[in-house]
């Protein structure tokens, strides 16, 4: 298997594994300790606590996550320029990754010559922006490091739409709301990303 971006969106999201807490907090440690640590930790976040694909990762802008007085929203306003054809939306920022992506803006301003209404916010060493490859293989670069086997690109936002999934009713919402955040046409795709839990099967069937 390749690493061609384009029309692998569907073929990650059911190849790539999912990751439990321990896996998640495992990788975030490690990208911190690379060049770099505050944008890589925001990489990983914005796939585990926001399920954006790779291209939206690279896509991202300032003006997206920030309120009209410069400072971080609550909500990531996702275009459909940034995202997978009409997969457009609003996903209620995560305070953690809220925190983060405020850590990064802040560098951001000190260091760089800077203009909120134009930058994207993963930029690297030569260039104001990345491209989606480029996420795709610091992904892999950062899995094969830390032994995690099967995991990809897409694994962080299998693991968003999983763990979405299976807490939304305790919140009082539906699957609607699941596929709401992660930009699906329809149910049925939202569906087929999550991942089954077989701990939860064995206890349901006693209550049958």
Known sequence: FHW?????????????????????????????TLRHPLRNEVIVMLSTRAGLRAKEIASLTWSMITDADGDIASSIHL??????????????????LRLKLADLLEHE??????????????????????????????????????????????????????????KISTVGGSLRDVQMMAGHSSLAVTQGYIEGDGEARVKVVELI
């Open 4 to 32: 061609k971006y384009n029309g692998l969106d569907m073929a990650l999201g059911k190849q790539a594994k999912i990751l439990n807490k321990k896996q998640i907090d495992q990788l975030i440690w490690y990208v911190g």
């Open 79 to 96: 275009t459909d320029k940034a995202s997978k054809g009409r997969g457009g939306r609003i996903i209620p920022l995560n305070m953690q």
């Open 109 to 166: 301003q000190k260091h760089h010559r800077f203009d909120i209404a134009t930058p994207h916010v993963i930029r690297t060493e030569r260039s104001p922006k990345t491209s989606p490859q480029a996420i795709v293989n610091m992904f892999s670069s950062w899995f094969e490091d830390t032994g995690l086997i099967g995991c990809s690109s897409h694994s962080g936002r299998r693991t968003f739409i999983t763990n979405a999934a299976r």
